[in-house]
């Protein structure tokens, strides 16, 4: 009995295999510690393996295609309705040996470790990003306490920065004063890390001649190109860009029954680094046009005298993703619509 099909339940140390024939009976189950996997792949014949998508999925998924092995990754969330009764990893590897076969299944594309690499850039990073915003609340409040409050934005901190700086002032107690200048040393080298990612992504995007097209349409910058790129290995497989705005979360959540269409907020589903980056450009986009005049978007006009703006922001993010879509898919270039006439 050769094996075709085998579910992989992959975790830090203990792995679990599930294995079938042709005719669908179960030849193989047993476990696996993580320096037998890829010895045991070896030995066997190519077939299909399916493991779900989670962390370190794509490493797993490289490996084991260098051995000759067709490897699907699926979304957990998929694989679930195939779980027998009970949650243990045996009934995990086989429900995901049952889900790979079935014709319908949405599978993730393997991503390459450059791929990875670059969204891992991209979230290093978000994370400083986010230590920013901390230190600053943290500094705020700290300051606030003590009377001292100054104006929201980059202005308003430069302000707090000084009084922190100043030894002189009164306001600010001896043993306060070193508790704020230690958030003051974190935040000044969080901000140096920040701009050092910038620049390895504008790196990086010079270097990507798909990176550089997609930086064409409006609201798409080297941040949001790069990680259009590296997000995405194979956008054919998306059958089209409205798929692909689906898998980012872009498009409304649907409750319809009866023939009767219920349509709601976006889904939220996929990829949320996208999604929020996709708005965040829609919403320059949108800040640009209402300076500029909206000449060259007449839909986006119409739609924001009767929606407001965040509505009009994800209605134009989604048509961001389909763009980059067909520019992926087929090869093209951005083009500009033509301005509407007066």
């Known amino acids: 009995m050769e094996v075709t099909t085998i579910g992989l339940d992959i975790a830090k140390s203990v792995f679990q295999v599930h294995g079938v024939d042709a005719s669908g009976e179960t030849v193989v189950r047993r476990q696996l510690r993580r320096g037998q996997v890829l010895r045991f792949f070896e030995k066997q014949p190519g077939c299909l393996v399916g493991i779900e998508a989670c962390a370190t999925a794509h490493h797993w998924g490289r490996e084991i295609t260098a051995l000759g092995h067709q490897v699907r990754l699926m979304a ?7 779980v027998k009764r009970g949650k243990n990893d045996a009934a995990d590897a086989e429900a995901i040996c049952e889900a790979v076969t079935r014709p319908t299944m949405r599978f993730v594309e393997i991503k390459t470790a450059e791929q990875q690499s670059v969204l891992m850039l991209h979230r290093t990073r978000q994370l400083f990003v986010r230590q920013r915003t901390t230190l600053i ?15 929201v934005g980059r202005n308003g901190v430069e302000r ?7 030894g002189d002032d009164d306001r600010v107690p001896p043993a306060a004063r070193q508790c704020l200048m230690a958030l ?4 000044a080298l969080v901000k140096q890390q920040i701009l050092d990612a910038d620049r390895r992504v504008l790196a990086w995007h010079r270097s990507s001649e798909l990176s550089q097209r997609l930086d064409d349409i409006p609201g798409v910058g080297p941040l949001i190109a790069t990680a259009l790129v590296a997000s995405v290995p194979d956008p054919h497989a998306f059958k089209s860009g409205r798929d ?5 979360g872009l498009v409304p959540k649907q409750n319809s029954t009866g023939g009767k269409e219920r349509l709601g907020h976006i889904s939220k589903a996929g990829n949320r680094y996208l999604r929020m980056l996709l708005v965040v450009g829609a919403l320059s986009v949108i800040r640009r046009a209402k300076q500029m005049g909206y000449t060259r978007r007449p839909w986006l006009a119409e739609l924001m005298a009767r929606r407001s703006t965040k509505v009009a922001a994800i209605a134009l993010a989604n048509k961001m993703a389909r763009t980059a879509w067909a520019m992926m898919a087929h090869g093209t270039r951005y083009r500009e619509p033509a301005p509407r006439a007066a």
């Open 137 to 151: 609340n943290s500094l705020r409040a700290h300051l606030a306490e003590l009377g001292i409050v100054a104006g």
């Open 160 to 166: 707090l920065l000084k009084v922190i700086d100043d």
């Open 244 to 248: 692909l705005a689906a898998w980012i």
């Open 184 to 187: 003051r040393h974190q935040l």
């Open 76 to 82: 957990p969330r998929y694989v679930k309705p195939y």
